[in-house]
């Protein structure tokens, strides 16, 4: 899915309604449910290759800022 296309427009607009509604309603449900969408985007997007490449980027990225601010567990 591209930036530049109106699925991704779609899927953007759908995607803020849906965890704005829910953030309203408990602001958890609202983080959760726009890293689901975030999942999808990039599952529909690279597949799952592309969403493990996000996943480690993510892993490696909580790492350094426990190694930087030193709240090692």
């Known amino acids: 899915m591209s930036f530049q296309s109106v699925g991704f427009l779609a899927f953007l607009a759908g995607t803020v309604l849906i965890c704005l509604t829910a953030e309203r309603r408990h602001p958890q449900a609202g983080r959760l449910l726009l890293m689901l969408a975030c999942a999808l985007?990039?599952?529909?997007?690279?597949?799952?290759?592309?969403?493990?490449?996000?996943?480690?980027g993510v892993t490696v990225t909580a790492a350094a800022l426990q190694r930087l601010c030193g709240t090692e567990k």
């Not at 597949?47 to 493990?52: E, K």
Request: hydrophobic share 70%; aromatic share 18%.
């Open 41 to 56: 985007f990039y599952v529909a997007g690279g597949g799952w290759a592309a969403c493990l490449v996000l996943a480690a």
